[in-house]
């Protein structure tokens, strides 16, 4: 849109679809901004591009969006020209620095850390709050709030680990080269690190787990509190041992509400625990923003942080993945796609203003022929009505991915969609990690 708020589809924008269908590259990384003027023969055309299935384009919804950038202290005029940074967070090139994220946290390590006061089973250690015996706890709002306050620890430890981080790049990382093609930073005598840009936001966390903690809180206040079909007592037998020879246990946990179903039962959690985060950001400011800026979006780290988290009263079991962004666990969104927007929507989005992501999965019959894009644009029309900030698409069938397993070569033009970082952008960050602690000896971090 233009800078007084008109809609700015031109002929550059629809041949920068034909140029991705036509190569069917993965980079770059193509994005779409949508609003509720946006043309429909525009959304015809993304749609063609979904359904290509290269996992393009990225939607991004310019009402949330925008107030997302005056929160920053952006002007509306400027807002209106934001730009994505990274996967999907909002920025404005050249003149906000914005630094996404000093680390990941995990909401399901705080339901964990609440269910064995503050013990993180794998380890064995003691990582958590002492936050009591849930077997002790007479409601269930005394449980919730033992999670909440272990959330609020996690938070703060990465406040204080940010603080020394952001310290750290300042004094040995300025990026010189980056704060030149900033506007400001040459008048102001600043580095992007000294805080030297028209605007500075974050640096950000990245919330991992949300949707494992909204359901594994519906368990517990249906199961335990509300139908009483289980006692604390069997509930952390059963976790303890990772649901061993229980089938039926897990199966009753795996049957309680669920997060991305448009049931309300389960949903006011997410808004909940979402608000509950976003205000213990906001307590904690940082060397060159106004506040450690809030973002959900697990850039694949979802699986790794999986890794390190017990079972929990949702029915996941030990070391499996967690949820994917703000999306519903696999498997559990069982109402259709128009549902699980409607769940998203329930959050503030705008208050989360590191970005939100929401991936989905679609068959590929369901794009096919004229009905097929209309119906997608109609779902798009939706998104942006509902105020959900992104979603992404993967158009592919499940043959298809186990036919590729088996037989590779014979599917090398076949692209899935994950999200993050490359292998070798991972392996340079910790090259450039090793050669800071050396040099600086910050080992003790």
Request: with cysteine; charged share 25%; aromatic share 8%.
């Amino acid at each position: 849109i233009t800078p007084d708020g008109k809609d700015a589809t031109n002929e550059l924008s629809y041949l920068c679809i034909d140029a991705t269908i036509n190569l069917k590259v993965t980079q770059p990384s193509i994005g779409t901004r949508v609003y509720k003027q946006s043309p429909q023969k525009f959304l015809l055309k993304n749609a063609e591009m979904v359904r290509e299935g290269m996992g393009f384009p990225a939607f991004h919804n310019d009402e949330p969006a925008i107030k997302m950038l005056l929160k920053k202290g952006v002007s509306m005029d400027e807002a209106r020209n934001w730009n994505t940074l990274g996967c999907v967070e909002p920025s404005l090139a050249g003149k906000l620095h914005q630094w996404t994220a000093s680390g990941n946290y995990n909401f399901a390590s705080a339901v964990e850390f609440a269910l064995f006061n503050g013990k993180h089973i794998i380890s064995g250690k003691q990582l958590g709050l002492k936050t009591g015996d849930p077997k002790n706890f007479e409601s269930f709002e005394s449980f919730q709030a033992a999670v909440e306050k272990q959330l609020a620890y996690i938070i703060k430890q990465h406040a204080i680990a940010t603080t020394f981080i952001e310290r750290i790049h300042r004094d040995y990382l300025p990026c010189p080269l980056l704060s030149c093609l900033h506007l400001d930073c040459v008048e102001n005598g600043k580095s992007l690190m000294q805080g030297g840009a028209r605007y500075n936001v974050g640096p950000g966390n990245l919330g991992i787990g949300l949707t494992d903690c909204i359901n594994s809180l519906a368990a517990i206040k249906s199961l335990v509190y509300e139908k009483r079909k289980t006692s604390w007592d069997e509930l952390l037998s059963v976790l303890e041992n990772d649901f061993a020879n229980d089938g039926r246990f897990r199966t009753m946990l795996l049957n309680a509400p669920k997060w991305g179903n448009d049931d309300d039962y389960v949903d006011e959690f997410g808004r909940q625990i979402t608000d509950f985060m976003v205000k213990e950001h906001h307590r904690y400011k940082t060397l060159t923003g106004k506040y450690l800026m809030p973002a959900l979006l697990p850039v694949s780290s979802n699986v790794p942080m999986g890794k390190v988290v017990w079972a929990l009263p949702s029915g996941r079991k030990a070391y499996e993945p967690l949820a994917d962004g703000i999306s519903p666990s696999h498997g559990t969104d069982k109402l259709g796609p128009t549902a699980v927007l409607k769940s998203v929507s329930k959050l503030n989005h705008e208050d989360v203003d590191g970005g939100t992501l929401l991936n989905m999965k679609f068959d590929p019959k369901t794009l096919e022929g004229k009905k097929g894009l209309d119906r997608f644009a109609a779902f798009i029309r939706t998104f942006v009505d509902l105020g959900v900030y992104h979603v992404q698409f993967n158009v592919v069938d499940k043959e298809t991915l186990l036919t590729a397993q088996r037989e590779p070569g014979a599917h090398r033009s076949l692209m899935v969609r994950v999200a993050g970082y490359s292998a070798y952008f991972v392996e340079l960050c910790e090259e450039i990690q090793n050669d800071i602690i050396g040099r600086t000896g910050y080992r003790q971090l």
